[in-house]
């Protein structure tokens, strides 16, 4: 397919990168992160995702949970894997500034976190913070072809529990991401409470910033 051409090239250029990197006597005090914006379009039934739910254009994990990798040879070591931390792009610019040694931009309010320690390969540890999206509110919005990977247009995560709705809590889905990573088990019959409370605060949040107030 035409993606074969287009991945051999990403790896020409990342490699010419690197070789730079390595040339100019740089790459042991840089760091250098690879990760994507969003899940694979198409997915070919699933094989891009590793049988997530979901793909490019959908909340579900198969459109927003990507891989990530880090190199800083100086602090870094190699060959290490962090399964139990949930980190999102958010958290780059503290955590970046951290590794670095500088301050963030006086002022900053952002929705990420410092979680530089995490990076260094120092420490696993799971996420306090909550997360959240919004994508895909009509029709005019691209979705995947088969309905079963279109989700609603709002998603937030606390800790294991993911919960996805529409504005005003409706079409709730709850999911267990720890024991049900490609969300094939609704719960959100079980645990009313929870889905109250995080509906509420992702509706609010989407609320607060759609109206800029």
Known sequence: ???????QELDRQ???????????GLAENTIVVFTADNGPAPSFNQERTLG?????????EGGIN???????????????TNDKTVLSTLDLYPSLCAMAGIPVQE?????????????????ETDRKEVLMWDFGRNSLYNHPANPY????????????WKLL???????????DINADPNETNDVAAKHPEL?????????????TYRFGM
Not at 52 to 60: A, H
Not at 149 to 160: M, Q
Not at 195 to 207: D, F, I, N, P, R
């Open 1 to 7: 397919g035409s993606f074969i051409p287009v991945m």
């Open 14 to 24: 990342i490699g010419r990168l690197m070789q730079i990197l390595e040339d100019e």
């Open 52 to 60: 997530k739910r979901g793909l490019k254009n959908s909340l579900y």
């Open 66 to 80: 990507m891989p990530f990798i880090i190199r800083y040879p100086k602090k870094i070591k190699p060959g290490k």
């Open 107 to 123: 002022g900053y309010k952002g929705d990420g976190a410092d979680y530089s320690k995490v990076l260094l390969g120092k420490k």
């Open 149 to 160: 990977h279109v989700s609603p247009h709002l998603a937030i995560r606390k800790g294991k």
């Open 165 to 175: 709705c529409g504005d005003n809590a409706t079409n709730c889905q709850l999911f």
């Open 195 to 207: 889905v109250k409370e995080l509906s509420a605060q992702v509706c609010k949040w989407y609320e």
